[in-house]
Nanobody, 124 residues
Framework: VQLQASGGGLVPPGGSLRLSCAFS????????LGWFRQAPGKERTFVAH????????YSTDDVKERFAISRDTAERTVYLQMYNLKTEDTAVYYC??????????????????WGQGTQVTVSS
């Protein structure tokens, strides 16, 4: 599996961004896809996950009212739409692919493949 993340940038507080992660190399519908983020000096933490079927998603409490994860089978892409961005959302955002299906995988070790990361900076 290859994952290519894009869409990061510099936005002011309250702004919006949509991250994309293009998937290739294996059947898209076999893999759950998630987003993590890593701020400088901190561990990589879970943001959101959408199951392989696309019919169920989960995100953390601190973003669930502001971020939305989705996937497009025709485009073989997973998206993270982010609204009302805050300075604390500043981080490198990574997409990952997971075969874990019984529960929502929220730990990095549950993911088999990762994209290269895209920088999101929220600053005035």
């Amino acid at each position: 599996v290859q994952l290519q993340a894009s869409g990061g940038g510099l936005v002011p507080p309250g702004g919006s961004l949509r991250l994309s992660c293009a998937f290739s190399g294996r059947p898209f519908s076999d893999w759950g896809l998630g987003w993590f983020r890593q701020a400088p000096g901190k561990e990589r933490t879970f943001v959101a996950h959408i199951k392989a079927s696309g019919d169920s998603a989960y995100s953390t409490d601190d973003v669930k009212e502001r971020f939305a994860i989705s996937r497009d089978t025709a485009e073989r892409t997973v998206y993270l739409q982010m609204y009302n961005l805050k300075t604390e959302d500043t981080a490198v955002y990574y997409c990952g692919a997971s075969r874990v299906s019984v529960v929502f995988p929220t730990h990095p070790y549950e993911y088999d493949f990762w994209g290269q990361g895209t920088q999101v900076t929220v600053s005035s």
